[in-house]
């Protein structure tokens, strides 16, 4: 596809269940990021691949929270035993990665947690 | 973490105006940063990049300037329109980070008819 592609759009599942999160991102796009955000708030950081390299989990919340990338394309979130304070839209962003250059992102997947 | 959840400052303009937001980043090694838009319900959506060997760029009716000495970004619109209400954010990054983008916490754009 043209840009990240982001599934499910919307995803509601009860406290304690566990969720994946799917990512596609741009072909040849290297680095891939993942962010949180709630209501009305900014981006917060949980993890970013950059080509073979170990990845930065340096924002993952808990060891709740996991994400693997398979073949350097599609990437994975996975959050187990949800809580409801995981309720929130969860983005996706890929670039090119070995340079400066602009992120672009997914339209997210908005996860509530009942 | 970085860029952890807080309530967005808000900026509020009258339209037509010229509204600048502003954002103060964390490392004097970065050499590139961005502008993104983000609208409601929407992924955010890049605007304008500026790297490190320049202090000013523009683009259609915005404009980016960049003070290395006090680590200051800022994006100046220019005649304000209903359609620029957004949440702004900037992001810096750097060859050193392997050009991982840290994103400032953002600023809500509103703009009054």
């Known amino acids: 596809g043209a840009g990240v592609s982001q599934s499910p759009s919307n995803k509601v599942t009860e406290k304690g269940k566990d969720v994946e999160l799917r990512c596609d991102p741009i072909?040849?796009?290297?680095?891939l990021y993942w962010y949180r955000q709630s209501l009305g708030q900014g981006l917060e950081f949980l993890i970013y691949?950059?080509?073979?390299?170990?990845?930065?989990k340096s924002g993952l919340p808990s060891d709740r929270f996991s994400a693997e990338r398979t073949g350097g394309s599609v990437s994975t979130l996975t959050i187990q035993r949800t809580q409801q304070e995981d309720s929130a839209v969860y983005l996706c962003a890929s670039s090119l990665g070995f340079l400066n250059t602009e992120a672009f992102f997914g339209q997210g997947t908005r996860l509530t947690v009942v | 973490g970085e860029s952890v959840g807080l309530h967005l400052p808000t900026l509020s303009v009258q339209e037509g105006d010229n509204s600048i937001i502003n954002c103060a980043y964390s490392n004097s090694a970065s050499d590139y940063f961005i502008w993104y838009k983000q609208e409601s319900g929407k992924g955010p959506q890049f605007i304008i990049d500026?790297?490190?060997?320049?202090d000013k760029r523009q683009g259609q009716r915005v404009t980016v300037l960049l003070n290395k000495t006090v680590k200051h970004l800022s994006l100046q619109i220019a005649a304000t329109q209903p359609g620029d209400s957004a949440v702004y954010f900037c992001?810096?990054?750097?060859?050193?980070?392997?050009?991982?983008?840290?994103f400032g916490s953002g600023t809500r754009l509103l703009v009054r008819p």
């Open positions: 072909s040849g796009h290297t680095a």
């Open positions: 500026i790297r490190s060997n320049m």
């Open positions: 992001a810096e990054s750097n060859m050193d980070s392997s050009y991982k983008l840290i």
């Open positions: 691949f950059q080509g073979n390299s170990a990845p930065d």
